[in-house]
């Protein structure tokens, strides 16, 4: 069920992603928030640190897991502003974060609803992770496109 609160923290997320599109990243942003508070934050870095691992969600993971000194983040909602891929979406069920919430969907390569539903039960994992999406949609998807159009632009 989608609140104010998630509103109010894909807006965070949303102001990470902007920073990632100031660098000339992929602009996506994610927050993590544990018992109200966010815990971490990160954007898009692979193009500047030349990292495939460089997605903000494994980032922002990673600053968690350091910031809380534990790699279990059963009580944490992870917001992103697109929907992780399936790389993202493992670290994701690893962490056991509890819940997911992203803004718009990834066609290509998104691991949640689009290309494959990595949560559904079907897979058996041990661990269940809650999504909803659509959280500021519009925003995030038209930072995307501006985005890659002016990439197209560029060329």
Same mark, same amino acid.
Do not use: W
């Given at each position: 069920m989608i609140s104010n609160q998630d509103q109010y923290y894909m807006g965070l997320a949303l102001k990470e992603a902007q920073k990632a599109y100031a660098k000339d990243? $992929?602009? $996506? &942003? #994610?927050?993590?928030? !544990?018992?109200?508070?966010?815990?971490?934050? +990160? =954007?898009?870095?692979? !193009?500047? =640190?030349?990292?495939?691992? &460089?997605? +903000?969600?494994?980032r922002a993971i990673k600053k +968690?897991?350091?910031?809380?000194?534990s790699w279990i983040l059963e009580d944490a909602t992870l917001?992103?502003?697109?929907?992780?891929?399936?790389?993202? +979406? &493992?670290?994701?069920?690893q962490a056991r974060i509890k819940r997911v919430v992203f803004a718009t969907l990834e066609p290509k390569f998104g691991a949640i609803q /689009?290309? $494959?539903?990595?949560?559904?039960?079907?897979?058996?994992?041990? =661990? =269940?992770?809650?999504?909803? /999406? &659509?959280? #500021?949609?519009?925003?995030?998807?038209?930072?995307?496109?501006?985005y890659f159009q002016n990439k197209r632009h560029k060329r």
């Open positions: 990243e $992929v602009p $996506v &942003g #994610c927050v993590i928030v !544990q018992n109200n508070q966010v815990i971490a934050r +990160a =954007h898009n870095m692979r !193009q500047l =640190h030349h990292d495939v691992l &460089g997605h +903000a969600e494994i +968690a897991t350091k910031k809380l000194n917001y992103v502003t697109l929907e992780p891929c399936l790389m993202c +979406a &493992g670290a994701i069920l /689009s290309v $494959v539903q990595i949560f559904n039960d079907e897979y058996h994992f041990n =661990h =269940h992770v809650i999504v909803d /999406s &659509g959280v #500021c949609q519009e925003e995030a998807s038209t930072l995307l496109k501006t």
